[in-house]
Nanobody, 115 residues
Framework: QVQLVESGGGLVQPGGSLRLSCAASGIRFSFYAVGWYRQAPGNQRELVADITSGGRTNYADSVKGRFTISRDNAKNTVYLQLNSLNPEDTAVYSC?????????WGQGTQVTVSS
């Protein structure tokens, strides 16, 4: 059974940092492109960052220079480092793993930025 499990979310003050993890089981993560998405109440889900199986990265303009996506294939885990957080970053963050023929989603982790 394939599972993606996100962790690392929480409550943080503006300007703070968090590191999210997306751990996979049941698949060989290195074969998959992985994306981090977020959805705030009343908003559509948006792509925050993704990383190809080869390690090429892509970021939404709103997070460039603040967020960093990385992967550790030996641990079957993709990370999202969130720095300089602001209240507009508050959302449920979910990871997605995909190839040309299949994709999987995690359940998400809540990130709340508030003083």
């Amino acid at each position: 059974q394939v599972q993606l499990v996100e962790s690392g979310g929480g409550l943080v003050q503006p300007g703070g940092s968090l590191r999210l993890s997306c751990a996979a089981s049941g698949i060989r993560f290195s074969f998959y492109a992985v994306g981090w998405y977020r959805q705030a109440p009343g908003n559509q889900r948006e792509l925050v960052a993704d990383i190809t199986s080869g390690g090429r990265t892509n970021y939404a303009d709103s997070v460039k220079g603040r967020f960093t996506i990385s992967r550790d294939n030996a641990k079957n885990t993709v990370y999202l480092q969130l720095n300089s957080l602001n209240p507009e970053d508050t959302a449920v963050y979910s990871c997605n793993a995909r190839t040309n023929v299949r994709e999987y989603w995690g359940q998400g982790t809540q990130v709340t930025v508030s003083s």
